[in-house]
């Protein structure tokens, strides 16, 4: 949230969603159909929320979803987001992508200092497919935690991070496997997750596996550093 002044000193919050939604931009554009990252505002978590514009925040030809607030002081804000396959999937594309931008102010357009964090194409091969998505980043002690979700979402969706030391550059992945595995614990196909930090030493990890229904079932795990 934000605090915002009136003349005469009252004050009152402003909370800030980030979406992403299909674009109607209109045939005939390169980015039709695609997904697109807007901002809405809200006077409380609980309120209805309004979009500030008519037109999307981040934009790109195949598409941006995943959008994911990080806060790494008071003044410092970036926004993270992954970008899709575009039209046609993997066979079209092959690549997808984890991106960061500097964000000024919370409606801030477009993009501004752009890094990539993460990137698989399908021919890397890999547990991952192709597919780095779902971006929840931590920093800790200097260093960004970028955890992602890879694979296929039907099929053997998993979790893992990478590690960077300024969230402008690529983040290493650590290992050649996920780091929580499709089967671990019995679950099945777990991705999607988000953390919120506890601390400086623990997390709390939200996220989201299949059930034997064929649905989703949301799972809590604690994330400890050593």
Known sequence: NQQITLPGGVSFPIYWLYFSAVD????????????????????????????????????????????EIVRLSNTDFRLAYSVDWGGGGPNNSGRREIRINNLSAPDAKGASDVRMLQARSVNDGGWERGV?????????????????????FNGTYQINYASCTNLSSLCSREGDGPWIADGWEGLT???GQDLIKFGNDAALM???????????RMVMSIVEWQ
């Open 24 to 67: 109607d931009c209109g045939p005939g554009t390169a980015r039709f159909g695609r997904h697109a990252i807007g901002v809405a505002w809200s006077l409380a978590p609980d309120a209805p929320v309004e979009s500030i514009s008519s037109s999307p925040l981040i934009t790109h030809s195949k598409g941006v979803i995943d959008p």
């Open 132 to 152: 780095v998505e779902a971006p929840s980043i931590i920093s800790r002690n200097g260093t960004g935690y970028l955890f992602y979700s890879g694979g296929i």
């Open 189 to 191: 196909n777990p991705g």
């Open 206 to 216: 939200f996220y989201h596996r299949d059930n034997s229904v064929g649905s989703r």
